[in-house]
């Protein structure tokens, strides 16, 4: 991923961050999914994003994630209502 940010003196300079995108298979179209992530595979997971619906039967979440900052980062994917 690269992120652009404005300096003082109007340049543009940009910054490689190590990002994350998930791609979630073997989905059934039409049904219902919620992203969930933690920071430790036996701890708490927490939804992430809206549940979205399944459009093909491998699904791409447009969402990058910042992993810069954690030193593991776990996924999961549940069916939601």
């Given at each position: 991923?690269?992120?652009?940010?404005?300096?003082?003196?109007?340049?543009?300079?940009?910054?490689?961050?190590?990002?994350?995108?998930?791609?979630?298979?073997n989905t059934?179209?039409?049904s219902n999914?919620?992203?969930?992530?933690?920071?430790?595979?036996?701890?708490?997971?927490?939804?992430?994003?809206?549940?979205?619906?399944?459009?093909?039967?491998?699904?791409?979440?447009?969402?990058?994630?910042?992993?810069?900052?954690?030193?593991?980062?776990?996924?999961?994917?549940?069916t939601s209502?």
């Open positions: 991923m690269l992120v652009g940010c404005a300096r003082n003196d109007g340049r543009k300079t940009f910054e490689f961050l190590k990002a994350e995108r998930d791609i979630i298979e059934k179209i039409g999914y919620q992203l969930q992530v933690s920071t430790s595979l036996n701890g708490t997971f927490t939804n992430f994003g809206s549940p979205f619906t399944a459009i093909s039967n491998n699904m791409v979440y447009t969402q990058y994630f910042d992993v810069a900052n954690w030193q593991q980062l776990f996924f999961r994917v549940s209502p």
